[in-house]
């Protein structure tokens, strides 16, 4: 079978300049890269330097300005809002905010990407503390979010991300918080979702990355590109 | 209803649950809207139908012996005149006028065997003998024993045996029903003198027809009225009510406005809570959906629960401030038939009118959020 990919094809991307009103700030040169499955592939650079906002374009929650992502081969950046809707469903994201729901227990924050999927309350349930438990987070689950440690909240939204086994994985500084044992735990994880087939990209600018994620390819994101790291 | 849109039900219900302040402050406002508008048009309708319906139960024709001085009295033998017109078939002598009683004025009415029959009164009433009465919900009986004082063209003194009970029709609210001769002694009347004539017709919409021939069978002048003229005068002054109380939809119209304002700044700013739904696989219908179920569930119960109030407060045993407000009455107003033919329409109308524009508004705040990229929303969301 086949490994799916996520493809970006001289992608560019900027923010709208709001003062002017002429062209959009550029944050992304031309970017070509594929990101196959059952990979994990680590993005590294600088703070600011366009991270997130390539991870945002990966997941589908921003369009590029030029060129496209395809997914699988299907050019998903051009579809219509509600395609790609409809597409993000098997897009896992892991903030580097955690974007938490604070009223909602941990068990729900977790649950929310399952719910407009197919099933009950009881399988939500049972998949959301399998995953919790997993990252040893279960004895939690009825606690509001609120109220938790930052390192917690991280977990917790990594669980959110990682809960209904979605094709494409991208995960924002996802052990910023962590000790060591959580953040091998939680690249561990990534590690059995990549064997399954998925496709991860990791954002990270910690050096030691290594320490907690066996990584199989390496992009350095300088300038508004991409290179292969040396 | 598959288990997964039950679970996305529970879900919405969840999600009202996390703001009870401002779920049920909507839900107040809409309970109090939809009573007050259901409640005045539940009354004004009520009347009317109740109204009409006494009417259908009364005479074709009602013929009044008139003089420059005012009403006069017939005579018994003017029955005969009547009857001799084509197309009557019947005339019966009516005994009634007002008269005053310490507190108020009242309907005085003679009653015998064949009237209690004739007006369809409850069996567990029965015809008043000399010297009793039997009296309206809205009598007011000063004398602690239970007599009535009656000021008429005489005093009377009579004792209140029975009362009509508090589920009878509007018309005997402030009636006092006599025997035929203590009737007559209060009001004047020789034995052989009634205060007017009830025709029946054979045709009832050819009545006003009947009317030249009628005036021209009495040697005397009289005032003449049909089921539709009186009909006509209880529709107006309802209407004039009526009137008043369409009042009441400038305000509720404006209050309306601003629920639906509020509902939909409270979903603007949700705007980050959307857009990381939608970034975690939430379809804009999914959005849609969840708001839309959210809407239903604060509006359904709400609106529901008022029309129950407007219900409560035009039928139930707490009407007398309704009656008090808007009609004037003094005392515990009579017991209001439902009618459902007339109520259901107010039902739908009032639960239409309220629900229509509200979901509306929330349709058309959620689309523009449901239609929007995640980030977009994660961005202008703060």
Redesign the interface.
């Known amino acids: 079978m086949l490994a799916i990919s996520l493809e970006c094809r001289q992608m560019a991307f900027g923010y709208p300049n709001l003062r002017s009103r002429g062209a959009a700030v550029p944050i992304l040169g031309e970017i070509d890269a594929v990101f196959p499955g059952r990979r994990i592939t680590l993005v590294s650079g600088r703070s600011g330097v366009g991270k997130s906002t390539l991870l ?1 374009l990966l ?5 590029p300005t030029q060129g496209e992502i395809r997914a699988d081969g299907q050019p998903v950046s051009r579809w219509l ?2 395609h790609r ?2 597409w ?4 896992g ?1 892991l ?1 580097q905010q955690d ?1 938490l ?1 604070g ?2 227990t941990v068990l ?1 924050n977790v649950i ?2 399952l ?7 009881r399988q ?1 349930r049972t998949q959301g503390m399998e995953m919790l438990a997993r990252l040893k987070l279960d004895e939690l689950a009825g606690q509001p979010a609120a109220f938790l440690s930052g390192g917690q909240r991280q977990r917790v939204a990594a669980a ?1 991300a990682l809960v ?1 086994a979605p094709d494409y994985i991208v995960a924002d500084e996802p052990v910023a918080h962590q000790d060591r044992e959580n953040a091998r735990g939680l690249g561990g994880l990534l590690r059995q979702a990549a064997d399954r087939g998925a496709v991860v990209v990791v954002a990270a600018h910690d050096r030691h990355v290594d320490e907690w994620l066996a990584v199989d390819g390496h992009l350095h994101l300088e300038h508004g590109t991409l290179h292969p790291a040396s | 209803m598959t288990s997964n849109g039950l679970a996305r039900i529970l879900w919405a219900a969840r999600e009202l649950r996390a703001h009870p302040g401002s779920t049920l402050a909507v839900m107040a406002a809409l309970v109090l809207l939809t009573a007050l508008l259901a409640g005045g048009l539940l009354l004004s309708q009520a009347l009317t139908a109740t109204t009409a319906r006494l009417l259908d139960q009364g005479p074709d024709l009602v013929v009044r012996r008139v003089s420059p001085v005012g009403w006069q009295p017939v005579q018994v033998q003017d029955a005969a005149l009547a009857l001799a017109v084509p197309g009557i078939t019947a005339a019966r002598l009516r005994i009634w006028g007002t008269v005053k009683t310490p507190d108020q004025t009242v309907t005085v009415v003679a009653a015998d065997d064949a009237a209690m029959r004739r007006m369809a009164l409850p069996q567990t009433l029965h015809p008043p003998a000399p010297g009793e009465a039997i009296a309206g919900q809205g009598v007011i009986l000063s004398e602690t024993d239970g007599r009535l004082a009656l000021q008429g063209a005489t005093a009377l003194m009579t004792r209140v045996a029975q009362r009509f009970p508090s589920n009878s029709d509007l018309a005997t609210y402030d009636v006092v029903m006599l025997h035929p001769r203590d009737a007559r002694t209060l009001l004047g009347l020789a034995p052989v003198q009634a205060s007017d004539l009830a025709l029946s017709v054979f045709h009832p919409e050819e009545a006003a027809a009947l009317m030249p021939d009628l005036i021209r069978a009495f040697p005397w002048p009289v005032h003449i009225s049909t089921r539709l003229d009186t009909r006509k005068a209880y529709a107006a002054a309802f209407g004039r009510r009526g009137g008043l109380g369409s009042l009441l939809y400038l305000p509720a119209a404006l209050a309306l406005v601003l629920l639906a304002a509020a509902v939909i700044r409270q979903q603007m700013g949700d705007r980050a809570r959307m857009g990381l739904l939608k970034a975690l696989g939430w379809t804009g219908r999914d959005i849609l959906a969840l708001q839309m179920a959210k809407a239903l569930l604060v509006s359904l119960p709400a609106v529901a629960a008022g029309l129950v109030t407007a219900y409560g407060l035009v039928y139930g045993p707490t009407q007398s401030w309704v009656g008090r407000l808007l009609l004037g009455w003094q005392t515990t107003p009579p017991r209001l038939q439902l009618d459902a033919g007339y109520a259901a329409p107010i039902f739908l109308e009032v639960g239409g009118m309220l629900l229509v524009p509200f979901l509306a508004a929330v349709l058309a705040a959620s689309l523009g959020l449901a239609s929007s990229d995640p980030q977009d929303l994660l961005n202008r969301g703060g």
Not at chain 1, 88 to 91: G, M
Not at chain 1, 115 to 121: A, M, N, V
Request: proline letters at 6%; zero cysteines.
């Open positions: 945002h997941a589908g929650l921003l369009r809002t509600a809707d409809r993000r469903r098997q897009v994201i903030f974007h729901i009223h909602l729900e929310l990407p719910i407009p999927r197919s099933g009950d309350l939500w959110r209904g």
